[in-house]
């Protein structure tokens, strides 16, 4: 009996030792915090590298503006289009300010660009239409030139200074240029036939040999014209062949008047010797002077002059081409 008590106390205790483990509280898992700071920080230094970058951007592209201010003013778009002008001018003193400030004037920028672009543009294209007005030129694009006129009076009386301006500026100094360049090529063909035969002229007289540092350097003008017609300066090209058929007809007029004065001479020294022979032969009938060589006078058969040798005036005439044809990249 005794026994039995004893195992149902150990049994006891065995059990509430078993009860007393099994609900000791738990351990609960370290939570780890977050550095909350560290994220805003982050996302702080990627703004500043964005707004450095913005930064560095926009004074490239203000140095870009005036640059491009400073072409509109040489070109004369403040007296061209005066309106125009000054709006953009203040566009550009506001830009500067609000930059100063620190505000993001990306867009702002790019517009004031186009800006100073077209207006250089458009003063262009007026000083070209009065460069076509004043020489008659328009008849040799009619209807380009009329339509850069009329886009030229449009944008003078506008005031919407927005990107279809700038547009249009553009589109009329394409247009005058293109009339311009018409007829220059048309002038320049025609002086380049007249330089020609002028230099055909100046070869029929031998000016290479007469006169050849002078007839030389009218080859290289000719040439220089010749370079500026296939590379597209067709006004370039006229002003040089013009060079080069002004000196070759200079040259043939002058030498022209050397030869033939030097003829007038040969015929009077022709004269003379008629008239020396002819009192030569009075001479032989009154005093016979006989065979025995005389002191001063040549024997009849001596070579008194070299033979002409007309190798270096053969050699001497530079080639050039009748015709010129332009590159295929102008003739578009």
């Not at 061209?80 to 004037?105: I, L, R, T, W």
């Not at 007026?126 to 328009?138: H, P, W």
């Given at each position: 009996?005794?026994?039995?008590?004893?195992?149902?106390?150990?049994?006891?205790?065995?059990?509430?030792?078993?009860?007393?483990?099994?609900?000791?509280?738990?351990?609960?898992?370290?939570?780890?915090?977050?550095?909350?700071?560290?994220?805003?920080?982050?996302?702080?230094?990627?703004?500043?590298?964005?707004?450095?970058?913005?930064?560095?951007?926009?004074?490239?592209?203000?140095?870009?503006?005036?640059?491009?201010?400073?072409?509109?003013?040489?070109?004369?778009?403040?007296?061209?289009?005066?309106?125009?002008?000054?709006?953009?001018?203040?566009?550009?003193?506001s830009v500067k300010a609000a930059m100063e400030q620190g505000e993001?004037?990306?867009?702002?920028?790019?517009?004031?660009?186009?800006?100073?672009?077209?207006?250089?543009?458009?003063?262009?294209?007026?000083?070209?239409?009065?460069?076509?007005?004043?020489?008659?030129?328009?008849?040799?694009?009619?209807?380009?030139?009329?339509?850069?006129?009329?886009?030229?009076?449009?944008?003078?009386?506008?005031?919407?200074?927005?990107?279809?301006?700038?547009?249009?500026?553009?589109?009329?100094?394409?247009?005058?240029?293109?009339?311009?360049?018409?007829?220059?090529?048309?002038?320049?063909?025609?002086?380049?036939?007249?330089?020609?035969?002028?230099?055909?002229?100046?070869?029929?007289?031998?000016?290479s040999v007469s006169r050849k540092a002078d007839y030389d350097k009218?080859?290289?003008?000719?040439?220089?014209?010749?370079?500026?017609?296939?590379?597209?300066?067709?006004?370039?090209?006229?002003?040089?062949?013009?060079?080069?058929?002004?000196?070759?007809?200079?040259?043939?007029?002058?030498?022209?008047?050397?030869?033939?004065?030097?003829?007038?001479?040969?015929?009077?020294?022709?004269?003379?010797?008629?008239?020396?022979?002819?009192?030569?032969?009075?001479?032989?009938?009154?005093?016979?002077?006989?065979?025995?060589?005389?002191?001063?006078?040549?024997?009849?058969?001596?070579?008194?002059?070299?033979?002409?040798?007309?190798?270096?005036?053969?050699?001497?005439?530079?080639?050039?081409?009748?015709?010129?044809?332009?590159?295929?990249?102008?003739?578009?």
């Amino acid at each position: 009996m005794i026994k039995s008590k004893l195992v149902l106390a150990a049994f006891a205790a065995m059990s509430l030792a078993l009860i007393s483990c099994g609900s000791s509280p738990k351990e609960e898992p370290e939570i780890q915090e977050e550095n909350v700071s560290e994220a805003p920080a982050e996302e702080s230094q990627d703004q500043e590298q964005i707004s450095e970058d913005n930064s560095e951007s926009n004074e490239a592209t203000l140095s870009k503006i005036e640059s491009s201010r400073q072409d509109a003013i040489n070109a004369g778009a403040q007296d061209a289009a005066p309106d125009a002008f000054n709006a953009a001018e203040e566009e550009y003193n506001s830009v500067k300010a609000a930059m100063e400030q620190g505000e993001d004037v990306s867009a702002r920028l790019k517009d004031l660009l186009a800006r100073y672009q077209a207006l250089k543009a458009y003063a262009d294209a007026v000083a070209k239409k009065a460069k076509i007005d004043e020489n008659g030129f328009a008849s040799y694009a009619q209807n380009v030139y009329n339509d850069g006129s009329s886009i030229i009076s449009e944008l003078a009386s506008s005031k919407d200074y927005g990107s279809d301006w700038n547009k249009k500026a553009v589109s009329a100094d394409a247009k005058m240029t293109f009339v311009l360049k018409a007829a220059y090529k048309s002038l320049a063909q025609a002086e380049r036939t007249e330089a020609f035969k002028a230099k055909k002229n100046a070869d029929s007289i031998k000016c290479s040999v007469s006169r050849k540092a002078d007839y030389d350097k009218f080859v290289a003008n000719f040439k220089s014209g010749d370079q500026n017609y296939v590379t597209g300066n067709p006004e370039g090209a006229l002003a040089n062949y013009t060079k080069a058929k002004e000196g070759f007809a200079s040259l043939y007029t002058q030498v022209s008047e050397a030869r033939a004065q030097a003829q007038a001479a040969i015929e009077e020294a022709k004269k003379r010797v008629a008239e020396s022979e002819t009192n030569a032969q009075w001479a032989d009938k009154e005093k016979p002077l006989g065979d025995e060589p005389v002191e001063g006078i040549e024997e009849a058969d001596t070579q008194l002059l070299e033979a002409d040798d007309f190798t270096k005036a053969e050699n001497s005439e530079v080639e050039i081409e009748e015709t010129i044809e332009e590159s295929a990249q102008e003739a578009e």
